[in-house]
């Protein structure tokens, strides 16, 4: 069972950065693929973005320029560098791992419990 913890929401200004954190513990982290997702109120969860265990990057295509993931396996950690915020971007942002290379909720077996990102214009 593995326990993912997100952190590193808040409010920022359209344009502006933030980065978001997600550390994991009690698996092999290193084995799964980290993914990103976010869900806005009445909304259903999207993709964001994903690296595979073997580094590999998707990313959803209105992030695409903007956003960035990396890990650190030796921390168990994976970041979510967002820059440009739009004030599309607002939502819960969740981070997720799975053994799967999809990119919907389904293909993710494990996840945090959410970070709330807001942008003001």
């Known amino acids: 069972q593995v326990q993912l913890v997100e952190s590193g929401g808040g409010s920022v200004q359209a344009g502006g950065s933030l980065r978001l954190s997600c550390v994991g513990s009690?698996?092999?982290?290193?084995?799964?693929?980290m993914g990103w997702f976010r869900q806005a109120p009445g909304k259903e969860r999207e993709f964001v973005i994903r690296?595979?265990?073997?580094?590999?990057?998707i990313y959803a295509d209105s992030v695409k320029g903007r956003f960035t993931i990396s890990r650190d396996n030796t921390k168990n950690t994976v970041w979510l560098q967002m820059n440009s915020l739009k004030p599309e971007d607002p939502a819960f942002y969740y981070c997720?791992?799975?053994?799967?290379?999809?990119?919907?909720?389904?293909?993710?077996?494990?996840w945090g419990q959410g970070t709330q990102v807001t942008v003001s214009s």
């Open positions: 690296r595979s265990s073997g580094g590999s990057i």
């Open positions: 997720a791992a799975g053994r799967s290379l999809g990119t919907t909720p389904n293909d993710y077996d494990y």
């Open positions: 009690g698996g092999t982290f290193s084995s799964y693929a």
